[in-house]
């Protein structure tokens, strides 16, 4: 997607150790502007699917999934890092590696929000080493319901999750792939699509 | 807001500790066309006031906050709930007391997101004691910006946090002032508006 990739060139931070802060307009501030615009692209890349929900994890993929649900007119679901004593009900859990925080949590979805008879988009704001999207699958199946797609803004396509997704057949869209980035130039070279 | 009381009334499950929950439709599932309908509102509220930028905090007010940025044309920051090492640059931080985790913790914004040009609309999706919305109001204040108004989903009026922040003299406004409710009976009384 031209308008995300200029974005990305245009305000997007390269750092070492393979980070990319967007956090000017992705996952701290956030462009609505900018999001409804990959909202209507998702809508596009997914639109022929029979999706009847989003499915998402806090906190940043929030904001991205409710703005593709309105294109959608469909539910989000945000699954939730478990940090509370306060779940009652029966939830569906599983275990999620953080790249970023370098540690694993426990993330859930009640189970009242995720049945057999969904067919679930999962959204996310970045896809590295597949960790976030892995676990979201995860719930899905566990509820026996489908998964749709998997559509991301930021795929960093020389870490594996990409790949290792697309494998088990599920359509995976992101709307910038990085192909390669310099931390001591700041170039980003994005994946013709 | 009529369409938000009804629902709260169809779909809210009061709880014992004055618990009400609302899971289904607002911070698990979240149903987006009626968060558009609430962006609207927020917008007939504060639409006079000079705001270029909303202000939440993760996760649950996030949906809300994005949606109703839509209506203002302007960009959503969220403050994040500080638990990495990963925080450079320089950031503005208050301590927030959760009544639902029972536990404290610091509340982060990166300095570059707020500044003394700013003319902030806080949006969340619950006030009930104001512990989050007080936190928002001092991050706003470090960083010498203005606070136009605070936007809330559901306030609890039987709770001190609406009647402490209007008395400092800023215009908090609540689509659902919910005035009693009682768990054994699921009854839930609303403030005429």
Redesign the interface.
Known sequence: MELLEERIRRDGIVKEGNILKV???LN??????L??QMGKEFKRLFGDRPINKILTI??SG??IA??T??EF??????A?KA??V?LEGEMYMTKIESF??KRSYDVI??K??LSSEDHVLIIDDFLANGCAVNGLIDLIQSAGASVEGVGIAIEKGFQPGGQLIRDKGIDVESLAIIESMDARSGEIVFRKS
């Open positions: 956090d000017s307009f701290h501030q956030m462009d609505v502007e999001f409804t806090e906190a929030i904001g409710v703005i649900a309105q007119h469909v539910p989000v679901v945000f939730k940090k509370s306060n970023t925080h979805v009640a009242k929000f």
